[in-house]
């Protein structure tokens, strides 16, 4: 056989990591990295959280999973706290973005199915976009090398500019039921939409009576300095997506939604094994105990700005590596000029662990935890490999 055991869809690193202790990690050769990139914007709280490791080794103790079929106290707790800090008046608990994603859209069919607009099925999304791996999900995003092979799409979005409400609005027709869109392009390169741009969105959807879809798998649960993205444009969405962050490294995954938009769904219309069981609802309860405590998110602000400022001199330093950093939060990205992989090789050189994006972007994803000691380090490391990529 010379397929290997693990099925080869990933370009992984040659590192293997046994411990981490919050925002450092250790790898099974003795190697110690800071990690800027979090699993990809999940390990919010950093790595082996007092707060989590203690929730989760007591809940591991009584009960995992029992299904949905039962009630399940902290997934009810765990809904209205999620309902009390948002737009939402109601969720649904899932395992992955890619479920969350593709959850929100079946919601949205349903709700124009039970509006009377049955035929209301179409989702205007945008170039750039991600949102998961699911059928569904890469038809919504425009990643040409995600969808390649795997046709035919699912033919149910309509593509435009990233930003251009003028083809938003010439996208709209009587078939169309949403709009769906990252309020930061995260795999698309730390692309923050304009706040006014998403206010145009909201403007459109209440005209047309479409539904105004947010994925914040990415941007959600504290990342951009707010719970949600969303808070930064004044707007709200009529639903959302969460994922990544919200269990701090547990998976899980939610729907939120609006009363209005979730009046299709009723017992038996959609469903979920493991989404919200006892452990995943115990960890993302404990994630959020943490994330509302006083000062947490101002922390968040406050080390963006440093992180963003900092960063922003060291490219201004190195124009033959990078040209520009942008992002919202602790989401950041470095637009290269060098290839940005090139980039992630000589900082994970350097012992700073980063994430490659779309746009020949490197993403900084920092647990939300970090501190200015974190950022001296992460500086000195970006410092020393742009020195070296510039030579
Ligand atoms: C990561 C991501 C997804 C997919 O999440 P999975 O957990 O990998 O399925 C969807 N949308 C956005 C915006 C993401 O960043």
Not at 60 to 81: M, T, V
Not at 336 to 361: F, K, S, W, Y
């Amino acid at each position: 056989m010379v397929i290997p055991a693990v099925m080869p869809s990933y370009a992984r690193a040659d590192i293997a990591f046994e411990r981490g202790e919050g925002a450092w990690l250790y790898a099974t050769d003795g190697r110690r990295f800071l990690d800027f990139a979090s699993g990809i914007a999940v390990t919010a709280l950093g790595h082996n959280h007092p707060h989590l490791v203690r929730t989760l080794t007591e809940q591991a103790g009584k009960l995992w999973h029992c299904s949905n079929l039962f009630h399940i106290p902290d997934q009810e707790r765990l809904a209205e706290r999620l309902v009390a800090d948002s737009f939402a008046d109601t969720v649904f608990f899932a395992n992955s973005g890619a479920e969350a994603t593709e959850g929100g859209m079946k919601l949205i069919r349903r709700y124009h199915d039970a509006t009377g607009n049955p035929d209301r099925y179409r989702i205007v999304a945008f170039e750039g976009s991600f949102h998961g791996r699911t059928l569904a999900g890469i038809s919504a995003g425009a990643n040409k090398a995600h969808q390649a092979g795997f046709g035919p799409l699912v033919d149910a979005f309509d593509h435009v500019a990233f930003g251009n409400l003028n083809e938003v609005r010439d996208a709209i027709g009587p078939e169309t039921a949403a709009i769906l869109v990252e309020p930061v392009q995260g795999e698309g390169g730390i692309r923050p939409a304009d706040p006014a741009f998403l206010r145009g969105l909201r403007e459109a959807c209440d005209e047309y009576g479409l539904l105004l879809f947010f994925d914040e798998v990415q941007t959600g649960a504290g990342r951009t300095g707010r719970p949600f993205a969303y808070e930064w444009s004044g707007i709200a969405p009529d639903v959302m997506a969460l994922a990544k962050g919200l269990g701090g490294g547990f998976p899980v995954a939610a729907v939120l939604a609006t009363e209005k938009a979730a009046q299709g769904i009723g017992p038996g219309s959609h469903g979920s094994t493991f989404g919200g069981n006892p452990l995943a609802m115990a960890v993302a309860n404990a994630v959020l105990d943490v994330m509302l405590e006083d000062g947490f998110l101002a922390n968040v602000r406050v080390q963006g700005e440093a992180l963003q400022r900092r960063v922003g001199a060291l490219v201004a330093a190195a124009p033959k590596v990078a040209d520009a950093v942008r992002g919202l939060g602790l989401l950041v990205g470095i637009h290269c000029v060098a290839p940005a992989g090139e980039a992630v090789a000589a900082l994970r050189a350097e012992g700073l662990l980063t994430v490659p994006a779309a746009d020949n972007v490197v993403r900084l994803l920092p647990p939300l935890v970090i501190g200015e000691a974190e950022l001296d380090a992460a500086c000195g490391m970006i410092e020393s490999a742009f020195a070296k990529l510039s030579s």
